[in-house]
């Protein structure tokens, strides 16, 4: 199982994204949940799978979009790893 934190300032798409993205890698989430302060929106995803290199692939596909800030990665050892994207 990995957690998936995304930072984005919409979340309408990212959320719109992560779901395509995950629908189209045959992954199965086991949860989602949103939330919204003044400036930042804040996405977490469980996906149940123990596979990372699927994962990495499926960070780097969802962060190609422009209002992805970064995303953190957690998996089974709980060893957050962020990865930030930044598109040209």
Do not use: N, W, Y
């Amino acid at each position: 199982m990995f957690l998936l934190e995304l930072q984005t300032s919409d979340m309408h798409a990212a959320l719109g994204r992560l779901l395509d993205q995950t629908r189209v890698a045959g992954l199965r989430l086991a949860a989602v949940s949103a939330r919204a302060d003044a400036s930042e929106c804040r996405i977490s995803a469980s996906i149940d799978i123990d596979d990372r290199d699927i994962i990495d692939r499926l960070v780097r596909r969802v962060g190609a979009l422009f209002c992805i800030d970064a995303i953190e990665v957690r998996g089974e050892c709980q060893c957050p790893t962020k990865t930030s994207h930044m598109t040209p």
